[in-house]
């Protein structure tokens, strides 16, 4: 895959999407050989089935993020003429709405035993010759499961910020904290093992909670990006850096005056919108299409640029940084 709609990728972008469609086809192989092995023991402790449901919910980042890349990759038409990138942003918030509704129903039903002082049972299995504890058999697939994820997920950490992908970033995320998930259906069953049936159903409450809380912030994050919040890095944790340096790309152009951006986030690709206060009443096309083209060239993510002269500057656009700071002095 070269080009996401009309912007041809560079050579670190197109190694780095190739890398993570590996890790997604990888990741999903994992998930349901862990699904299969979990489906063998998970006995009657509350915790093994829900992070038995988790695994499965889990699958539901990386297929969004596969589907997602058949739609991306189409060029602009009349029909669809930003492309279509927000498929992109379609998938991250069918993931966190998933998570945030099966999250909620399996707290719901970790309450609820906890409240009935439902004792979860662990049965034995019989095995060459010897009956063995069946929770010994759960506590050692959780164990060795756990590994994956810490693997696959630094990967997807590392590959997220390249293609500033927000999926993949909270794929990775999950995966990183997966760990949490399986320690707490260790503990829920050697709970119950010695005799504190209420652990199982503290534990399954917990990797409810955490399921949870992966749904609100990725369908938050999600609905932000669908409504035009202004650009933000992969991890939401703040403002885009590209924003202020089109700015103050802009304003080193001799015939402008002041500048500020308005940038949305398209799904991977931003649009970009440069409002412009020339020094004279007049502009020519071809300073336009120079700011233009300098912009597009700042970064491989800027998919559609429009510069626009006005004689004052919107106050819901980013100014440049060193205007900013000498208004406000």
Do not use: C
């Amino acid at each position: 895959m070269k080009k996401m709609g009309r912007t041809d990728l560079p050579a670190e972008q197109q190694k780095a999407l190739r890398s993570a469609i590996r890790w997604e086809w990888f990741t999903i192989g994992y998930t349901l050989v862990t699904i299969a092995l979990i489906a063998l023991v998970v006995g009657g402790s509350q915790a093994m089935k829900t992070a038995w449901i988790e695994d499965m919910l889990s699958l539901i980042p990386q297929i969004s993020f596969l589907v997602a890349l058949l739609f991306i990759r189409r060029p602009p038409t009349r029909a669809f003429p930003f492309g279509h990138h927000r498929v992109m942003g379609v998938g991250h918030l069918v993931a966190g709405v998933a998570l945030l509704a099966v999250g909620g129903n399996l707290a719901y039903e970790a309450i609820s035993g906890l409240v009935r002082a439902d004792h979860p049972s662990i049965g034995t299995v019989y095995l060459f010759g010897q009956t063995i504890w069946l929770g010994w058999f759960m506590v050692a697939v959780m164990s060795v499961i756990v590994i994956g994820p810490f693997f696959y997920g630094h990967a997807k950490a590392k590959l997220a910020p390249k293609l500033h992908n927000k999926v993949l970033y909270a794929d990775a995320d999950m995966a990183k904290a997966d760990w949490t998930s399986t320690v707490a259906s260790i503990v829920g069953v050697l709970g119950v093992g010695i005799g504190l049936w209420w652990l199982d159903g503290v534990a399954a409450l917990f990797i409810s909670l955490g399921i949870m809380w992966d749904g609100w912030r990725n369908s938050r994050g999600a609905i932000r990006d669908l409504i035009d919040q202004r650009a933000r890095t992969e991890d939401d944790a703040r403002p885009h850096p590209l924003i202020a340096r089109i700015a103050d790309r802009v304003e080193e152009f001799g015939w402008v005056r002041e500048t500020a951006v308005r940038m949305r986030d398209m799904g991977q690709v931003f649009h970009v919108e440069v409002f412009v206060v020339p020094r004279g009443d007049e502009v020519r096309l071809e300073q336009i299409e120079e700011a233009r083209s300098a912009i597009a060239r700042l970064d491989w993510k800027v998919q559609d640029v429009v510069v626009i002269p006005t004689p004052s500057l919107p106050d819901e656009a980013e100014p440049a940084k060193h205007h900013a700071s000498s208004a406000g002095a």
